[in-house]
């Protein structure tokens, strides 16, 4: 990686750690985070700013997002990725996952490949492709909200394999419902090729959960939305992802998708190391309030939500940065641990935790600076500052 300034100094800060905020200084040094809290004086070819007593926070990681302004990765195009990527940025977004959706075979194809084919490079003003989520085709008829059902297809080692084949490498995340036939095997399939498996748009019951997850499930995909209800006999795949400690549970914190008191009740449950914020955001989100026509589909944009004729949510119109705002006024998180569940715990889930995800020496300096409203003033990847675009 080529970086033009080789040390960068960001002074008067709150820095927010994994655990705290301490008030000082940053430097980072080809890249990476090289020490913080009292950094001594100005040396040659180091570029310093003062950040004024902003918050200095790890860049956020979204881990599913499938689109916003008027564009969708299932365009498969690298004009519609550039558009997400700076929009992502933008919102305080370092690095995300680019998120399909359930589609024909042939396009879900297409658009793994112009993922793939796009994701690696370094880019000036955007956030960091980090790889692939596919949500899509794997799904129960009952939960599959607002994924088309004549997409829906059974599942197979097979056809996996094609999948991780078309996306070589950048595949991080498949989702499926556990209850469906063949999944165990699929699960251990993805597992031994390094793929986290998402548990999504399910009705299984607690037990079929618990066995997708003894299986090799680490991850419960927007939790709650697209999941059979909570029922004290029948505890279901709420039961099993909400209590099980191997599952980190991504959660839409738009306080539409969930309720404030569900936020509150999952922070409980899980803790903020085991909740991975997520903006599920779709193409429509970031565009005027009124209906589009998608097919023979109209949806609705209005009072922050993204509905169907039928009025089930199609994804949100959600960004990290109103994610973590959300938590701290919603359900009581301190802003560390806000912070963290966009953050740390997202990488923690793709396994990459020891490079990117928190403020520590000789990590990837992949910095943003807000204020108090979590409003993002600069963005910082790989220690190189970037103009940010606004939507
Ligand atoms: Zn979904």
Redesign the pocket.
Known sequence: MDHAIDRLIIRNARIITENSIVEGDLLAEGGRIAAFGAVPGKAEGTEELDAGGLFLSPGFIDLHNHGRLGVNVMDGKESSLETIARGQMSHGVTGFLAGT?SAPWDKNLAAVRAVTRWYAGEREGMARCLGLYL?GNYFSMEKR???NPDYLRPLSVEEMGELLEAGSGAVKVV?LSPELPGAAAVIRFLKERGVVVAA??SNATYREALAGINAGITQS??TF??MRGLDQHEPGILGAVLTDDRVICEAIADGIHLAPAILDMMLKLKGPDRIALIS?SVELNGLPEGQYRFGDRTITVGAGAIRLEDGRLA?SCLSLDIAVWNMVTLAGASLPQAVRMASLVPARALGLQDERGSIAVGKEADLILFDGDISVKEVFIGAKREKKHEP
């Open positions: 959706s949500e909200g607002a994924h989702c999504a748009h995909t927007h939305n697209g599920d994804g």
